[in-house]
């Protein structure tokens, strides 16, 4: 079992920057493809960026490509996500999900077996 738990959201400016840590229970962290999603309540949860259990490789939403950035400390087993030039429209909650055989459909929410609380990520305009 893997416990994920988010921090680092807050109440910020258009512009300005966030970076939200997802702290991870479990020795295979390493091994686990990791993700960020945001959710805004009436609304389908929607793909932020992925960083793959192998390779290293990442990919993000068109919506925040050059401006969001994930990468991960296996020695702090905690994956970050980087948040520069924020618009109002990033303005929801932010979830962290985990899953340790995850390599295709890394955009589906459904295809993470774990997932953290949420942190509220607001930006005024």
């Known amino acids: 079992q893997v416990q994920l738990v988010e921090s680092g959201g807050g109440l910020v400016q258009a512009g300005s920057s966030l970076r939200l840590s997802c702290a991870a229970s479990g020795r295979t962290f390493s091994t686990y493809t990791m993700a960020w999603f945001r959710h805004t309540p009436g609304k389908e949860r929607e793909f932020v960026a992925a960083l793959m259990r192998s390779g290293g490789l990442t990919f993000y939403a068109d919506s925040v490509k050059g401006r969001f950035t994930i990468s991960r400390d296996n020695a702090k087993n905690t994956v970050y996500l980087q948040m520069n030039s924020l618009k109002h429209e990033d303005t929801t909650i932010y979830y962290c999900?985990?899953?340790?055989?995850?390599?295709?459909?890394?955009?589906?929410?459904?295809?993470?077996?774990?997932w953290g609380q949420g942190t509220q990520v607001t930006v005024s305009s």
């Open positions: 999900a985990a899953d340790p055989n995850l390599w295709a459909g890394y955009r589906e929410a459904n295809k993470y077996a774990y």
